[in-house]
């Protein structure tokens, strides 16, 4: 008998999604969900920059596209006049001139071989942030945390539901490479990349509150707006962003230093003066701290020391 290709169904969309979600979690816990879905309503509101309590936008507030880089480079990001922000792909020609390995990795280009781009988009154009609302970033990828304004990113930006690089990581590397095909794996790379993915201006609200249900406890109390914050990017564990084509320090609304590093440095400094003295790395490090922030102030950036994740009064 002749094997008949079934039609791929596109993703449902993700209200859809969390409306499906909120039903299995009232028949599993049999339960009502008042909570719940009056959490998952504030949760989207404060990503549009509304408070508990308050009906107005504040401009300032609400979920932003963050991308953190080394304060090694803030400098030169400050300096640079053209795609002041790189990705691998704008390194290439500098680490060919200097004779070092191309930044590029061959798993880098399987992941973005399969993200779904807008038509006519190459990975060369795509820079890779995270949504936050009051924190740090992923201090993984850099120490100072580069917010950007929200009219500097399209709301028809991709979101990702979760980290691209987890499409080559277990479960979703086994789910994917089920057989040897190289084609078919790479079409199922695809189909479930487009499965996670969602537009920033239309599904970050919803994508955030379905993934605040995982992290949350299913209380009758309210989330605060310093748990959701956590919730939404809790370490490496992030809703990432595609936003198509480089910024500069002009596109930012502020850069973000985290309460950690800026008492490292304060003990550094208070300890020039008495024994112990610091470690030399801890000096080197300092001095880039300080020199970044010297480099935004200059050229108008609002540099800020994260102290918390909740809300706070002038």
Known sequence: MKH???PVRPPAAWSTRLSR????VARRNGRDLSYLRANCRSIQRVTDGLGPDSDTPDSRAGARVVMNLSSAHVPAF???QQKPYKNCYDLIPYAAARGLPIPVSEKRKLVD???PLPAGIRPEQVYFGAVELNGGGIRFYGDICLVLARESVSPTDVVLDRNSYDILRSPAKEQVEIDTDDSSIEARRKRMLRGWSGALGKDIGTIAAIKAIGKLSLTERRWTTG???EAIRDDEDYIEVLKMGSFGPRDLQEARISAADSAHDALVGSRLSR???PRLESL???NRRSRAEAALRAVGVTVRIVTTSGRTKD
């Not at 979600?21 to 299995?24: M, V």
């Open 4 to 6: 008949v290709k079934r």
């Open 21 to 24: 979600l909120l039903e299995r």
């Open 78 to 80: 400050c300096e640079s």
């Open 113 to 115: 071989a399969a993200l």
């Open 227 to 229: 748990q959701m914050s």
């Open 275 to 277: 024994k112990p003295l």
């Open 284 to 286: 080197i490090w300092r």
